[in-house]
């Protein structure tokens, strides 16, 4: 194949694009909807991170200014974790909307996860938000395939392809060419949002962790491209494939709305169909259901922690809970957090693994729609996606557990049994110890792992789609 010619055709296929109405009616309203995205975007993780340290820091204050009491008092007063927006939220909000934001964190009780903008909203949310991601995902593709659907059914039409043949121009230099002048105008699109999203990344400074998110940009870049050039190398296949423009521009509408709108709804009922969830009804029955099996840590005639108790007197050599050398309510308050954490965790990992067959469905779909690759791996990779979601759950479950445990051994160890002198109450001084509720991101590496099987088939459909082209060019039919 001859580069030059190979270019010369992409030179070609951008002028007689640019010569439509069509593109200039595209462009503007790319820009408009470009703009739009970027600003509600931008104002919305501003907002959104703004509110949210302030009220974490309010949390703070309020904790730390309680005054000297009794520490289960404290494990009781509990605190709250909130959730913050990653700088790349800007880009695809995924499941933000969705999902809740702040969680109160008490003793004994793992809460859900509240507040989230889909509950506070209307129905129209459900339709989805504009986005930068969504104008990638959902109109670019549609532009790809209008802008390309003529590319060679209609110069097999008008007699033109045959012209080119005859004139010495190989089957693969009008192939490629082709393609590479489509590819590299949807670049044009990709390239806009990403050096606009590219400012975002390096001026925020909120997120202190800008080679992360550096990272996380590249791949997401690099995902894209990979992405365009496969829809592509789909609308070239297609239009080479059928005998007229207009059944090729229909076949690629269809191809757009199976990858878009059906596939994914689709898949969406079957898995919840498969693998039915729990509501949040059953699920806290279940949960009290088992925590009463363990017995209940504040009732004293408990047959379970009656049991506790006599094994510890045991193990002391004593008689009576006062003659403990710790406060005995604490260690049965410790006792009881753990037990009842783990009935909690338990159910919370059965209800994960419903939801990672439900979503693993979806997930290998993108073998057969590489709409679901960059779907996964654009919300991944904004810190978007459900798997983000559940980080920050896990790490609030472990705060709340540490802050509940510490409160119990303050109280084994500076607060008497009763009968003995001392006091009922600690000093204030170790409510300002306990550290703050931080959270980061997860990692670049745990977010590869997580989304294995999206990066491998869009890499499988990169490869498929010049082997496609490689054959095509073999075959290709200038009548």
Request: glycine residues 6%; aromatic residues 12%; without cysteine.
């Amino acid at each position: 194949m001859r580069k030059q010619v190979i270019v010369l055709i992409a030179r070609q296929f951008w002028k007689d694009a640019f010569r439509s109405k069509v593109m200039s009616i595209a462009l503007g309203l790319m820009a408009l909807l470009l703009a739009f995205s970027a600003y509600t975007g931008y104002e919305n993780y501003h907002e959104q991170n703004f509110t949210r340290d302030a009220i974490q820091d309010n949390v703070q204050e309020s904790w730390e200014s309680n005054p000297d009491k009794h520490p289960h008092r404290m494990a009781h007063y509990g605190s709250f974790a909130l959730r913050l927006k990653h700088v790349l939220s800007v880009f695809d909000m995924g499941m933000e909307n969705f999902v809740g934001n702040a969680v109160f964190l008490e003793a004994h009780k793992q809460n859900t996860v509240n507040f989230s903008e889909a509950s506070m909203s209307t129905g129209l949310l459900r339709f989805g938000e504009v986005s930068l991601a969504m104008l990638l995902k959902v109109i670019v593709p549609l532009l790809i395939f209008y802008l390309g659907f003529a590319t060679i059914a209609r110069e097999r039409e008008n007699g033109t392809l045959k012209l080119l043949i005859g004139q010495g121009i190989k089957r693969k230099e009008i192939v490629f060419g082709k393609w590479l002048g489509l590819w590299s105008l949807s670049l044009v699109f990709l390239g806009a949002v990403f050096v606009l999203l590219l400012f975002f990344v390096l001026t925020e400074d909120h997120d202190t962790l800008h080679a992360e998110s550096v990272a996380r940009y590249t791949v997401l870049l690099v995902s894209y491209v990979l992405f365009f050039a496969v829809l592509s190398a789909i609308t070239i296949l297609v239009s080479a494939f059928s005998k007229t423009a207009k059944g090729a521009l229909v076949k690629l509408l269809g191809i757009w709305l199976l990858f878009v709108i059906i596939v994914p709804k689709s898949l969406q009922a079957v898995g919840y169909y498969l693998y039915p969830t729990p509501s949040k009804i059953e699920m806290e029955t279940a949960v009290e259901h088992d925590l009463k099996k363990l017995g209940d840590s504040h009732d004293p005639d408990d047959p379970h922690f009656k049991a506790l108790k006599d094994s510890v007197l045991m193990a002391n050599n004593v008689t009576d809970v006062n003659d403990l050398p710790f406060n005995y309510g604490g260690f049965v308050m410790a006792q009881g957090e753990r037990l009842s954490s783990q009935v909690y965790l338990k159910h919370q990992e059965d209800l994960y693994a419903v939801y990672g067959r439900q979503n693993n469905l979806e997930r290998l779909s993108a073998f057969v729609n590489p709409y679901s690759a960059i779907k996964n791996l654009s919300m991944a990779f904004s810190g978007t996606d459900f798997q983000s979601f559940l980080h920050f759950k896990d790490k609030a479950e472990t705060y709340r557990y540490h802050l509940a445990q510490e409160m119990n051994r303050l109280q084994m160890e500076l607060i008497p049994n009763k009968g003995k002198e001392g006091p009922d109450r600690i000093s204030s001084d170790y409510w300002k110890e306990f550290p703050p509720f931080e959270y980061h991101f997860l990692s670049i590496g745990q977010v590869f792992q997580n989304e294995i099987i999206s990066i491998i088939a869009l890499l499988l459909w990169t490869v498929l789609s010049v082997l496609g082209l490689v054959r095509l060019a073999t075959n290709l039919k200038a009548i």
